[in-house]
Every structure is written in C-alpha cells, then in structure tokens.
C-alpha cells in the first residue's frame, strides 16, 4: 500500500501564491511519476503537471509559466508551486503517483485532495 499526504491548500485572492506538497509514504520500491490533477465543480478532472523520473515535465497549457513542478526524491516528494492564481485555479487538487511498490508490482495511487480556492 502506497499512502499520499497532501498539504498547501487553501484560499488566495487572485495573483496570489500557494504551495502545495504531497509525500507518498508505504511500500515504495520505485516511483515513475509524480503529479497534479485538478477537478472544477461540474468538470472531469484535469492535468495540471506531471513530472517522470528522468523524463521531460509536461504543463497544462492553461498553468504553463504560473506554476512550477518539482520533486525531492529523497522525500518521495512532489510540489507545486502556483503563482499568478485566477478563479479559474479554483478546484481540487489532487496528487498522483505511479510506480513500482516492494512486492514487484505496479502502483497508481491518488491522494485525498486539496482545495484551492482564488477570489475575484
């Protein structure tokens, strides 16, 4: 079992900044990738950035030069940093990590979520 804890949430006025942050904890061999989703009221959820062991990190064009993925291996850690926030931001956030657990088989965990919220 593989466990993601995520924290940073919460409410901004518009070009505000917040940081979210997720640790994945349990039966971690490996993990491939790390990232974030978000889902609007009424709408599917959606990328907002992922980011492969190695591999090129990839943005939603609506968040490309506002927000910043980042990973501490060491921590089995992952980040965004969300900056010039919109309404439009508003959502849940949630984390996801893809990998490979302790018994050889593969994972593909979601945390619980994380509101953000950005005021007009």
């Known amino acids: 079992q593989v466990q993601l804890v995520e924290s940073g949430g919460g409410l901004v006025q518009a070009g505000g900044s917040l940081r979210l942050s997720c640790a994945a904890s349990g039966s971690i061999f490996s993990i491939n990738t790390m990232g974030w989703y978000r889902q609007a009221p009424g709408k599917q959820r959606e990328l907002v950035a992922i980011?492969?062991?190695?591999?090129?990190?990839n943005y939603s064009d609506s968040v490309k030069g506002r927000f910043t993925i980042s990973r501490d291996n060491a921590k089995n850690t992952v980040y965004l940093q969300m900056n010039s926030l919109k309404p439009e931001d508003t959502a849940v956030y949630y984390c996801n990590a893809k990998g490979i657990n302790d018994y050889g088989d593969e994972y593909d965990y979601w945390g619980q979520g994380t509101q953000v919220t950005v005021s007009s």
């Open positions: 980011m492969p062991s190695g591999g090129t990190t």
